[in-house]
């Protein structure tokens, strides 16, 4: 007798989940981002970001980054080379089908965004706007949050 009750309560509640669920089959998402504030005389800072993800059935490139904030962004992946950490420049990510990729300070492959020519107007608790574009023809806007340097990193200066 319960039966029906339940399977119309389940339906009735998981339709705006289906919606959803529709929506974010064509959509690239980015979660979580930040960078550090700039030291005076500083134009090239690091930009993290926690998640790109993929919800397309589809492999999608990240191709390109820009900001109204600065000069130029590249991709770069970190390697250790003799012992020595290495930054290279790659061309693109791909973010596979149904996945997300991190560019973050845990990602395997190191990557991160190089900025270069940054404004000195960005300080702390403004906000960097970046601009990525992907193959697929999608183009992103994401704000990324600007954070004191922590003392961690202040021992390696
Ligand atoms: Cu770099």
């Known amino acids: 007798m319960t039966l029906p009750l339940i399977i119309s309560t389940i339906f009735t509640l998981n339709f705006p989940f289906v919606i959803a669920n529709d929506a974010a089959e064509k959509i ?22 926690d998640a790109i993800k993929n919800s397309t059935n589809k ?18 992946s970190m ?41 000195p107007q960005i300080t702390e608790k403004s906000m ?4 990525l574009s ?5 183009k992103l806007q994401t704000e990324i949050s600007v954070k004191k340097h922590t003392e961690n990193q202040r021992k390696h200066h």
């Open 28 to 49: 690239i998402s980015i979660s979580g981002g930040h960078t550090n504030v700039i030291r005076p005389g500083q134009s090239m800072i690091a930009v993290y970001v």
């Open 134 to 138: 992907f193959s697929n023809g999608e």
């Open 59 to 76: 492999d999608v490139d990240l191709i390109a980054i820009s900001s109204p904030s600065a000069k130029n962004i590249e991709i770069h």
């Open 79 to 119: 390697q250790i080379v003799n012992n020595v950490m290495k930054m290279k420049k790659e061309e693109k990510i791909t973010i596979p089908a149904k996945s997300k990729v991190s560019l973050g300070k845990k990602s395997p492959n190191g990557y991160h965004l190089m900025v270069f020519g940054v404004s």
């Open 128 to 131: 960097f706007t970046i601009n």
